[in-house]
């Protein structure tokens, strides 16, 4: 294979903390490509037939962790713009296997940026210890993002007005790492 050939990668894994706009950018990428969107918060939902939070109240954090993997790990994410929850990166096994799949995009957006956009903290179903804070959460899971990524894109300031920007700026940036977006 020349240096000049495209390769076909048939995923784009969206990472980062909650509230980051994975779900929001990940629609419009892949409403920009006509490919389809599957959120792995629903998907956990719907196989347990509650809400993240429900699941996480019943069963605790780490059992959520652990779903979040199985579903990570038994999907067929082929062909589509995934936006993971914000605790996939605690399994390297999933994030290894969505690397396979596609480049994995973190979102990034300041610890600031979070606090302002995730005021439901509490109810939000987040996978981690009822004692632990958004800011301790953020500075724990941020050195992961930052291993597992291979496109960044800061999402600070990003209004409904700037997204269509950002959405460009994506698809150019994964054009340009080999993504064919004639899928």
């Known amino acids: 294979m020349s240096s000049n050939s495209k390769v076909t990668i048939s995923t784009l894994s969206f990472i980062g903390m909650p509230g980051a706009g994975k779900s929001t ?34 069963h605790g954090y780490i059992a959520l962790r652990e779903l979040e993997e199985s579903v990570l790990l ?12 914000g605790s996939a990166v605690y399994s390297a096994n999933a994030m290894h296997r969505l690397a396979k799949l596609g480049p994995c995009i973190y979102l990034r957006a300041t ?9 439901n903290y509490a109810e939000r ?10 800011e301790q959460l953020y500075l724990e899971r941020t050195p992961l993002y930052e291993k597992y990524a291979q496109l960044t894109f800061d999402t600070d300031g990003v209004k409904e007005a700037t997204a269509g ?13 080999g993504y ?3 899928l």
């Open 180 to 182: 064919d977006s004639t």
């Open 74 to 85: 038994e999907t067929d994410f082929g062909g589509a713009v995934v936006s993971t929850g």
């Open 165 to 177: 920007d950002l959405v460009s700026r994506i698809i150019k940036e994964v054009d340009l790492f």
């Open 111 to 119: 610890a600031e940026s979070i606090l302002q956009r995730v005021s």
């Open 25 to 58: 950018l990940g629609k419009l990428v892949a409403d920009k490509l006509d490919i389809k969107f599957i959120d792995t918060d629903d998907l956990i939902s719907a196989k347990v037939g509650c809400s993240l939070q429900e699941y996480l109240t019943e």
């Open 125 to 134: 179903g987040i996978a981690a210890d009822k004692s632990t804070t958004l």
